[in-house]
């Protein structure tokens, strides 16, 4: 398996751009979610989905997911700012509600943001 | 919601000493507590879990403790290495529902030879 898979890598945006962020998983897992990382803020919840057909947002403004199958989950910049440059983590996971059993998250390796 | 904290931010020991790491959670609710352990420039990787009908869980040099009834649970590192210098996140859910997983801020270790 190639676990969670993010592309870019890295990626400079200017301000007003739109970009979508591609996260893949393989794992056959119903939960995926979408953090940024920056420095000592720890990890922040964006959006989540605990299926295909569903999302969750957790910040109000700035992003867009879909999640048409279980495997992709894109996140989409709609109007770019220099406040949503960071690290954006993926990550994947069973749907802790089918199991009655420790299912970690797999996390994918982030995509660098910079807006200018 | 949840709401986890986690001290310190940063931990500075030396080689062979122990680290501990503490975080509080908010939701009484939550059940399973995983901690990551974040390499400069890599990915978190989950390094142990425990889930909430169990006080404490040994993994070789890293163990976990819970207090329920505090609401908090702690990361011990014995024997520290320079291996194990990395960012460390502490993480609560309740998984009963569709709730997402909430992270501490993290703790910056690092292991002094």
């Known amino acids: 398996n190639a676990g969670v898979t993010q592309t870019p890598k890295f990626h400079i945006l200017k301000t007003g751009q739109s970009m979508t962020l591609q996260c893949a998983q393989d794992m056959n897992h119903g939960y995926m979610s979408w953090y940024r990382q920056d420095p000592g803020m720890g990890l922040r919840l964006i959006y989540y989905s605990a299926a295909a057909g569903t999302t969750d947002k957790e910040v109000p403004n700035g992003y867009n997911v879909s999640r048409l199958n279980t495997e992709d989950f894109p996140l989409r910049l709609v109007s770019a700012a220099p406040s949503q440059t960071s690290v954006y983590l993926c990550?994947?996971?069973?749907?802790?509600?089918?199991?009655?059993?420790?299912?970690?998250?797999?996390f994918g390796d982030g995509t660098r943001l910079s807006i200018l | 919601g949840e709401n986890v904290e986690q001290h310190p931010s940063t931990l500075s020991v030396q080689e062979g000493d122990s680290a501990v790491i503490k975080c509080t959670y908010s939701d009484s609710a939550s059940n399973y507590f995983p901690w990551y352990k974040q390499e400069l420039g890599k990915r978190p990787q989950l390094i142990i879990d425990i889930r909430s009908n169990v006080g404490e869980k040994k993994d070789q040099r890293i163990a976990v403790t819970l207090n329920k009834t505090a609401k908090h649970f702690s990361l011990h590192i014995t024997e520290t290495q320079p291996e194990d210098s990395a960012v460390y996140f502490c993480a609560a859910i309740n998984t009963g529902t569709a709730s997402k997983l909430t992270f501490g801020t993290g703790t910056r270790l690092q292991v002094t030879l």
């Open positions: 990550a994947s996971s069973y749907y802790y509600a089918d199991r009655d059993c420790n299912q970690p998250q797999h």
